[in-house]
């Protein structure tokens, strides 16, 4: 198979996240980088096309160029997706001026600013046809679609209850005034939005616990706290929550709890038994069963569900992790776009499972019933449903 | 020195915390139990008592004939501290009259059913000079007397987050309705009060916030489910709080958590670090540091405080638990009653440090106002003092 | 029940396993510390019996003065048992001593210097009709037990590998040169024998393998170094093994493995599963099942064995530690104890399972074996059944 | 920088190890795969190398082919390295064939059947100046490095023992004679070698052990079984060993650990303290110090060395595993080899550290020398250095 034809808007020199998405890509051999409007500096875009091998046609300097320069290439040529790894504020221009060029979008969480524009983007994406991924790149790990498979089959009973946590402490100090630059865009609501903390890493929160357990999150009563001094918006999120059916849950996210690295955990209890699984050590999925005893599941072990084991690379024992659970993301959009495109030979079984338009709009209502909770001390109702989402 | 004579009230055959308090009460050589009213019911008290080598003329009927029996001995031979290990609504009526008999209480917590009931034993403590320890024992862990010390000593800086959980999953079926002893009077308002996972365990997790931190929980909202059907009281409880010091937090205690045994666990934030202790590895104190690696500090190790080192039996690697923490309150009331009772050669140095009934009664008045809370869906200021408590 | 009345010799002021004996044997309410000669030092052992609140006509300036004293009280005042918590080479005389006053003995280990002295005392045992009592304690934790029950009913098929470790590090320095007194007489020749790591921790190691495998350590092969320069005997051993059954091992210990605390672990592969219990998490018994998955049973637990549960105080999730385990070999013997006596109720359900003379014996052969392996570099036979064993 | 050309020889069709090096190849966009001879049957070659989207004149029909026909290619075209992920036998003429032809070479271990053959490789590769890579990949992980650096800076002063194991399950069967292939050709000594154990697996923990403390191992005395009925070579190996400078250790391997997936676990005691690394989880290096406590270092944290840091792709709680350490291997190796090629703007900073083909035939070595150990059942002398390999 020819390998899908990706341009990337942001992922300029020294941005985490774009490098990601490169390796992400490239692991399965299944896309080719071909362009890039690396930055909003012309010059960082060009260094960084260059490192990259890239033909210097089709370095860009700016997003909008990008749109235009790609339209006119012969459609053999031109990028058939775009990977959008920019501060917040520009995912919806970029992604709805590309939708609108027809191109597939692989887009960073949270999906845009306002709940507007996230829904803009949901019709865009249906009326054009696209695929469209938000990279809630938690959900790709080979024991997250145990967990879900396991939830799925009843094999925890009826739910009961969920502890959701994401702990972080990079922000426990003003990092935003010393010119570090992940910090400074997260800090400024011009682009990052009504919220730091929930925006950032509640929204991966809020997308695991409905990714696992089917269930959507209807009612909230936030506590947000800007615990550093001088910040703007909040760096500590604390959230209780019940979903549709009426499970009662925690949701807590911070950026201050010092220490933590990338504590995200999720703990799910039903009648009959309860999982755990923390990010951090992926390749265990924790059952708790009635009698007091544990079982440990691990990547790679025989047991395992044919959707864990499908989005598994190596036998047991030998580590997956966070680029490999994210490359997921990008193998499961490739069969789709693959499928949409009516490629030859595109396999429906290595089309979807992956996070959509929709579960990023989701994502954007939920921070904001967080932030209207927060902001009168009561519960809210966090009940939403995106445009064209089924049921 | 001559072993303090006690006697107990409840503890009865199958009696698990009765068990507990006398293998606490033996482990240091300290105590000497001579007299008991360990069931309601007569026979069941006779049999324990035989069944523990006690002078049958020691053991009663009930515990108003102890009282009584016990106030007819000589000074010399009369108990000097009775145990109560009773269903909660026993605790205040035993204690009360006890205390007017000028003898020293130790009681399992939540200390009463209502805050006045509490604040009468308080009062009742202070005319009689008597010493009064509620086993909220585990603040016995040499490694919470540690924890404590560290943030006492200011190596966590300023605190700025707090979250506590106690997870339980016993209750996950109607228990209470296959004649389960334990679970049954835990079920019944009359017998418990107003709460079930709040008092039983909720209260465990407040009093260990508060004797870490060194400060007060002052503000609650509480979300509280009964969540296995035919239950009256509360099995699961959620609570978002704040400190005195506005300190952000979160506590958590949950009897139907399935799988879980005995999950209580501490996380403390600060400006500097942070700290991590879990009951069920209870030799571990988890230190994380800003840099992101973290430090395992070990019970019997070299390093750690006096206060840690007084409360140690073992040298590091030799596992010590739940009876030795217990253990530990059981001394040092013990050191407490030989310095108020004048005995020769008692030293103030083994005297404190243990919980006392103004601790009991903020317990008890904290489970009230999350009652409250719980029932208005809103934030409830819960700052209290006690009568007689100091600053 | 009446109490069995106990001596002690050793144990004196600072004596870190004396104070253990003493907990473990107070911890169920079977035994009353009645007479002691607790130092060579006749001021200490006055001093530590005073402190102990025991009968000054009953501390005694020597053993021997104690085996004398004792014998002249009438029988129902004498004592029944001696614990005997001296320095290795003492052992053996003081043993010897008691079981010719028809004294029950528990005893520290190693039981003696010498293969020849460890045979004296199991005739001896067997021709006084006494319990002899050796405290290899680790076999008391619960999940041993289960661990043990496990290979018994054939849960990890037929046996293959075993991997046993008992790493400490407190001997990284010439600690013994520094006045500590533990540290001195292990490493004295004349005081402790002609091993100090494998008398002292790989005994242990040795007696956790053949109870839990029910096989025997017939052929080892022993690298054993004299690591911290200035010391005499051995301070790390290195050992490769095979079974009766055939069954390959390795067994190391150290004290110069820094950091360490008291790391005894063992593991057990079969054709079927494997386990895996480490004392300093001894509430924690990993099975490591053929597909790749694990389950942790924890203590309390209740899908375990009778043998673990009967050997259990608390509900799971309430850590046991290393005073329960020792306590549980005290309760062993205490039943076996009663049943030799013809006490009226003794129960034979509670009688047996714990270390005996000759497995203690075993422990003496098994250290002498490997000095010869490591004097030659070759391997040697270890195949030993001491006098009076079943076969 | 245009990507370096390789082939492949070997990973074919289900063969997990070459799909992981074509992922390690890919992940940092050094290398372009444009050639293979990926399995003996040349129906399979064809259909792997057109999956892989290859020119089909450059898939070949076998590994001699595939020299001839990449030779006869312009400069600028054919391929400048060659992977070899070939059953063992193989290793050799393949590796011999492509240094000949001036081929850089990238090669799975064991190296050679026998230390002649490495011997020869050492020389050859000398003799054209090639680059020759060794994927002992265990040594790419970050706090591999880490571990060294420490060692190196003295942090756990002079060291005095090491322990190291890999336990595997997987061939706790006859899986040979169930038609599985990864399992028959490493049971067959006409394509393995001497040895199945050692060679799979034990020569990574004995690199592991000499990359990580710069000594070598000097002497070893070995037990070597084979396990499972029907089997022809070692599946299970113990080995003390000692190392140039004295320092005692253990190494063993095991297939028929049964449960164990990739247990590869290294502990280094020195001095003044200790580490232990677990590739399993390989994010966490576990500082053991003298007092007791310990410090666990994760991949990412700021505290690491440069040398770690180098080889992190991510921050901190963002687990990187099996692929991301191979991709070390890989990456070190292109550095290497456009500095030997004279590439304009090559960077030495980024050539070496990755294990040479002297450290292959080191490997080569100690299986041989365990094996004559076996047989004679005493310490053999296991010193050497290999043709060409400094100090």
């Not at 019709?123 to 054009?128: D, G, K, S, V």
């Not at 001088?230 to 959230?239: F, K, S, V």
């Amino acid at each position: 198979m020819s390998r899908i034809r990706y341009g990337m808007v942001g992922g300029g020199p020294g941005a985490f996240i774009g490098a990601v998405h490169r390796m992400a890509a490239a692991l399965d051999g299944e896309y080719s980088l071909v362009a890039g409007a690396f930055s909003s500096d012309p010059a960082k875009s060009s260094t960084q096309g260059a490192e990259l091998g890239l033909d210097p046609t089709r370095i860009y300097d700016s997003w909008e160029a990008m749109v235009d320069g790609e339209s006119r290439l012969p459609a053999e040529e031109r990028i058939q997706a775009v990977v959008i790894v920019t501060p917040n504020f520009l995912h919806f221009p970029v992604a709805k001026a590309f939708l609108e060029a027809d191109v597939h979008v692989i887009c960073d969480k949270p999906l845009t600013l306002t709940v507007e524009e996230a829904e803009t983007l949901c019709r865009l994406t249906a009326a054009r046809n696209r695929v469209f991924c938000v990279t809630h790149n938690y959900t790709g790990y080979p024991l997250v679609k145990e967990a879900r498979e396991r939830v799925r089959r009843g094999e925890l009973g009826e739910l009961r209850k969920v502890v959701v946590e994401y702990s972080q402490g990079w922000l426990s100090t003003l990092l935003e005034a010393e010119g570090q630059k992940q910090a400074e865009w997260r800090a400024d609501p011009a682009r990052a939005g009504i919220s730091s903390a929930l925006g950032d890493i509640g929204s991966h929160a809020h997308n695991l616990v409905e990714y696992v357990t089917g269930q959507r999150i209807t009612r909230v009563l936030a506590d947000l706290g800007t615990v550093v001094e001088g910040r703007t918006l909040e760096d500590d999120a604390n959230i209780l929550f019940r979903t549709g059916q009426g499970v009662r849950g925690l949701l807590f996210a911070s950026q201050i709890a010092v220490g933590e690295r990338n504590h995200l955990r999720l703990r799910v209890y039903g009648t009959k038994g309860a999982l755990d699984w923390c990010q951090e050590d992926p390749n265990d999925l924790r059952i708790l069963e009635s009698d007091g005893s544990e079982r440990i599941l691990h990547t790679g072990g025989g047991t395992l569900s044919d959707e864990a084991q499908d989005h598994t690379r190596l036998p047991g024992g030998h580590p997956e992790g966070f680029i490999e659970a994210f490359a997921n993301l990008y193998r499961n959009a490739a069969g789709t776009i693959r499928l949409v495109e009516g490629e030859e030979g595109a396999d429906p079984a290595h089309a979807g499972d992956f996070p959509t338009v929709a579960d990023g709009a989701r994502g954007v209502h939920f921070i904001h019933a967080c932030v209207e909770s927060a902001g009168s001390g009561q519960w809210v109702d966090a009940d939403y449903q995106p445009p064209g989402e089924r049921g």
